[in-house]
């Protein structure tokens, strides 16, 4: 059949229940419009036993999407990456200052202190043939996870 247009959607539930529909390819609806909905159970009435008779219906949903979070497990060497970063706050940490507005309690460590902290475990090398390209691959993977914050040239476990 010629001209015919497929359908394509993404179904997910997310952690709260709610069913995210995402127009992946359709006719009459643009491409990455996401539909929001939840399901919820109503009575109907009883059955001839007397027991309750229920079913699902469709509800839409507002505000903002609250997407599953990603639990990809990490990889050897940013779980390595951690427990320098956690080593460094022990032994180099000092409080955050107020300035970042950060939670109270969190500990700072210089970036530089962390980062010879990763060359002495073996985590980076210095003879490779980019350290610094290296250092800057670790650091951005755990701040796309939200794992590390960083600002001023000092780095905290988020």
Same mark, same amino acid.
């Given at each position: 059949?010629? @001209? ?5 959607? =993404?179904? #997910? ?10 127009? /992946?390819?359709? =006719?009459? +609806?643009?491409? @990455?419009? #996401? ?9 109907? @009435? ?13 509800? %839409?949903?507002?505000? %903002?999407?609250?997407? $599953?979070?990603?639990?990809? =497990?990490?990889?050897?060497? &940013? ?10 706050? !022990? ?5 955050? %200052? ?11 460590? &210089?970036?530089? !202190? *962390?980062?010879? #902290?990763?060359?002495? $475990?073996?985590?980076?090398?210095? #003879? !490779? =043939?980019?350290?610094? /390209? /290296? +250092? ?19 780095? *905290?476990?988020?």
């Amino acid at each position: 059949m010629s @001209g015919a247009v497929e359908s394509q959607l =993404k179904v #997910e539930r997310v952690n709260t229940g709610e069913v995210i529909v995402t127009v /992946e390819l359709a =006719k009459d +609806f643009a491409e @990455g419009t #996401e539909i929001v909905s939840r399901l919820d159970c109503v009575e109907l @009435g009883t059955d001839a036993d007397g027991d309750p008779t229920t079913s699902l219906v469709v509800l %839409p949903v507002e505000g %903002p999407i609250q997407r $599953r979070a990603v639990t990809r =497990k990490l990889s050897a060497r &940013q779980q390595l990456a951690l427990t320098a970063l956690d080593e460094c706050a !022990a032994s180099s940490g000092t409080p955050a %200052p107020a300035s970042l507005q950060l939670p109270v309690r969190t500990v700072v460590v &210089q970036l530089n !202190a *962390w980062r010879e #902290e990763l060359y002495a $475990r073996g985590v980076l090398d210095r #003879e !490779a =043939k980019s350290p610094r /390209e /290296e +250092f800057k691959r670790v650091r951005n993977s755990l701040q796309a996870r939200s794992l590390i914050g960083i600002r001023n040239d000092l780095v *905290w476990k988020a």
